[in-house]
């Protein structure tokens, strides 16, 4: 069983700067959340996506978007980048109509800097 | 007051001796509880799951729910130095994941 996968590992960008980021979700699993994590603070919500759709929404700007394409695979996209938005990005995939339905794996994330 | 309370340690235990990690939280529609380890520098893990009230034990790990009182509690018998990591406890509310600041954990040889 393959686990959840992102790229890329690290990624350095300037202020302004646009920036994609993608993960492929757990076999099985068809549900895909991103998630935020500043250093020393727990991971904050941005959005969840099943079928291609939006499913909800943190507490996060517009300029953070996202997409889920067929194969269940996704990218968060984020524009306009400011120096906060430093920060570990993680994707977590779920199964959906299952017993543990409710259970969220994560990938092992992707650390952004914003110079 | 926020969401998901932790204790942010760190919680320094010796070898061999039972840790207890504690977090509470605010949302009373609050429907699955859940506990991550996350070492320095990695990704959270899922260790525990926890749906209703009472205890729930996977080998070394016991997660207690009470809902009337709005807490969670992690349980690690017999620690051992690989434990020592950060262990975040996550509450879910239809598709939100709410995490808690963690609560770091070391276990002394």
């Known amino acids: 069983e393959t686990g959840v996968t992102q790229s890329p590992t690290h990624l350095i960008k300037t202020r302004g700067q646009q920036v994609t980021l993608r993960c492929s979700s757990q076999?099985?699993?068809?549900?895909v959340s991103w998630y935020q994590q500043a250093l020393g603070q727990g991971p904050q919500f941005i959005f969840q996506?099943?079928?291609?759709?939006?499913?909800g929404r943190g507490n996060f700007p517009p300029r953070f978007s996202g997409l889920q394409f067929p194969n269940y695979s996704s990218e968060l996209n984020v524009n306009a980048l400011e120096l906060d938005d430093s920060a570990l990005y993680l994707c977590?995939?779920?199964?959906?109509?299952?017993?543990?339905?409710?259970?969220?794996?994560f990938g092992p994330g992707t650390r952004l800097t914003v110079l | 007051q926020k969401e998901v309370e932790q204790n942010s340690g760190p919680l320094s235990v010796p070898e061999g001796a039972i840790a207890s990690l504690n977090c509470t939280y605010s949302?009373?529609?609050?429907?699955?509880f859940f506990w991550y380890r996350q070492y320095s520098g990695k990704s959270p893990e899922l260790i525990m799951s926890?749906?209703?009230?009472g205890d729930k034990e996977d080998g070394r790990f016991t997660a207690q729910l009470n809902k009337a009182s709005q807490y969670v509690s992690l349980l690690i018998r017999d620690s051992q130095p690989s434990d020592s990591a950060t262990y975040l406890c996550?509450?879910?509310?239809?598709?939100?994941?709410?995490f808690g600041k963690g609560t770091l954990l070391t276990v002394n040889p």
């Open positions: 996506y099943y079928r291609e759709e939006e499913n």
């Open positions: 977590a995939s779920s199964p959906v109509l299952a017993e543990n339905y409710n259970e969220q794996f």
């Open positions: 949302d009373r529609g609050s429907q699955s």
């Open positions: 926890i749906y209703s009230n």
């Open positions: 996550a509450v879910k509310r239809n598709y939100k994941l709410t």
């Open positions: 076999s099985g699993h068809n549900t």
